[in-house]
């Protein structure tokens, strides 16, 4: 059950920027991935990174120690969509995104991902600023099992994002959760914690 939300909570707005990682720059190459640095909301950029065909996303001017460490994605292979939603508190300073993610489980009958074995999962994560340079994943939303899934995301980005400590606390899920919904990942360097 979720607690009582006070108006604080509510005070927070949505704005939309899109991700095209084709216009975004190229920090570094593997062969297995790649990173990518792409335009966000206003001073705020976008830090992309695949490796393996999964992906991993943060957000706002990142601690250079961690820009290359932190990984956070799913262990099937999976991909971003292409709209961000930043949550702006009072100020209009990004405090957290909502971005859907693609979980590409393999369906057992084709032997391969489908559409149909296709989980969609909300990622909702903090956003870093320029005092603490800490950005990371804070919560999940089965978009596929929760018919008000993009509410319930808000709520966790508005409810949770404010105190949760990258590095230390760990992310959870919110609402019902599917089983295509997927299993997290998380890489974080032991020396930012």
Same mark, same amino acid.
């Given at each position: 059950?979720?607690?009582?939300?006070?108006?604080?909570?509510?005070?927070?707005?949505?704005?939309?920027?899109?991700?095209?990682?084709?216009?975004?720059?190229?920090?570094?190459?593997?062969?297995?991935?790649?990173?990518?640095?792409?335009?966000?909301?206003?001073?705020?950029?976008?830090?992309?990174?695949?490796?393996?065909?999964?992906?991993?996303?943060l957000y706002g001017p990142l601690d250079?120690?961690?820009?290359?460490?932190?990984?956070?994605?799913f262990e099937a292979f999976n991909h971003?969509?292409?709209?961000?939603?930043?949550?702006?508190?009072?100020?209009?300073?990004?405090?957290?995104t909502i971005l859907r993610w693609f979980?590409?489980?393999?369906?057992?009958?084709?032997?391969?991902?489908?559409?149909? @074995?296709?989980?969609?999962?909300?990622?909702?994560? !903090?956003?870093?600023?320029? =005092?603490?340079?800490? *950005?990371?994943?804070? %919560?999940?939303?089965?978009?596929? @099992?929760?018919?008000?899934?993009?509410?319930?995301? !808000?709520?966790?980005?508005? =409810?949770?994002?404010? *105190?949760?400590?990258? %590095?230390?606390?760990?992310?959870?899920?919110?609402?019902?959760?599917?089983?295509?919904?997927?299993?997290?990942?998380?890489?974080?360097?032991?020396?930012?914690?």
């Amino acid at each position: 059950m979720w607690p009582v939300i006070t108006h604080a909570a509510w005070a927070n707005d949505s704005t939309y920027t899109d991700l095209d990682l084709n216009k975004c720059r190229t920090v570094a190459e593997e062969e297995m991935g790649v990173s990518l640095l792409c335009r966000g909301f206003g001073e705020y950029d976008v830090h992309f990174a695949e490796s393996d065909l999964r992906q991993s996303i943060l957000y706002g001017p990142l601690d250079k120690a961690l820009e290359n460490e932190v990984f956070e994605s799913f262990e099937a292979f999976n991909h971003v969509g292409s709209k961000i939603e930043w949550r702006l508190d009072t100020s209009r300073k990004p405090v957290a995104t909502i971005l859907r993610w693609f979980i590409e489980n393999v369906d057992d009958k084709a032997g391969m991902p489908t559409k149909e @074995s296709t989980g969609q999962v909300l990622v909702i994560s !903090r956003v870093a600023q320029p =005092e603490d340079g800490r *950005g990371c994943v804070v %919560g999940y939303v089965d978009a596929l @099992s929760n018919p008000e899934a993009n509410e319930l995301a !808000r709520r966790v980005a508005d =409810e949770q994002v404010p *105190g949760f400590a990258c %590095g230390r606390d760990r992310s959870a899920w919110f609402g019902q959760r599917g089983e295509k919904s997927g299993e997290p990942t998380h890489v974080w360097p032991e020396t930012a914690r």
